[in-house]
């Protein structure tokens, strides 16, 4: 089973920031937060993975609470492009990654 | 270039039969993996090789043989297909077996007849 908590759906409009919330509150302290998204009908797509401190990369920045238990995802300037279904997923370093049901996200013209 | 490829891209084929899917990876990555996104959406690992060997055996039907020839390729043969089976199929590959990023072929709509 995921070990993840994660919005069914979220809207957001064109331009603004997307923050997706992400609640992981078993996560243990070697277990790694990874985000994947799934534009339609495509493969998942790797977007940015952290364990303690906030991570940022072109796509996108993780920010993980000092307890460990949530995490956000943000986009900084969405775009239409940006509509997908978005996986936060908790992840030994050796270990499987478990999908859950993701959050779709809708960017708004 | 396609970093993960797969083929078919569509298999429609009756229930019984046999079918490959192909995958192959350009990254130069020594972990590949096989994943089954069902019609609800749902994605499960099935298998993963590192280097050739098998690592993961995801409690698949034995019906579903994965083969690695070598570390670019996986491909994924399935025996008397089932209703059930229906579903897309996702390769992906990653670096090694740890703390890396998967990369995903953009997946197999298998359809049972």
């Known amino acids: 089973d995921a070990k993840t908590t994660q919005p069914p759906s979220m809207d957001c409009a064109e331009g603004r920031a997307a923050n997706l919330p992400c609640n992981h509150s078993?996560?243990?302290?070697?277990?790694?937060v990874y985000w994947y998204r799934q534009i339609h009908s495509q493969g998942p797509q790797y977007i940015i993975h952290?364990?303690?401190n906030n991570e940022t990369n072109e796509m996108a920045s993780l920010i993980i609470t000092e307890d460990r238990k949530s995490s956000t995802l943000i986009l900084p300037h969405a775009t239409l492009r940006d509509t997908a279904v978005y996986y936060c997923?908790?992840?030994?370093?050796?270990?499987?990654?478990?999908f859950g049901k993701g959050t779709r996200l809708h960017i708004l013209p | 270039d396609t970093a993960v490829s797969q083929t078919p891209k569509y298999l429609v084929t009756q229930m019984g039969n046999d079918k490959s899917i192909k995958c192959e990876q350009n990254?130069?990555?020594?972990?590949m993996y096989w994943y089954k996104q069902d019609s609800k959406k749902f994605l499960k690992i099935m298998f993963s090789y590192n280097n050739k060997e098998l690592i993961i055996n995801e409690t698949v039907p034995n019906r579903f043989s994965p083969k690695s020839p070598d570390k670019a390729h996986l491909n994924l043969h399935i025996n008397s297909l089932e209703l059930g089976d229906s579903a897309v199929y996702f390769c992906?590959?990653?670096?090694?077996?740890?703390?890396?990023?998967?990369?995903f072929g953009d997946g197999t709509r298998l359809s049972i007849l």
């Open positions: 952290g364990l303690k």
């Open positions: 078993t996560i243990s302290g070697n277990e790694y």
């Open positions: 997923i908790v992840r030994l370093r050796d270990d499987k990654i478990i």
């Open positions: 992906a590959s990653s670096q090694d077996y740890s703390n890396q990023p998967q990369h």
């Open positions: 990254l130069g990555h020594d972990t």
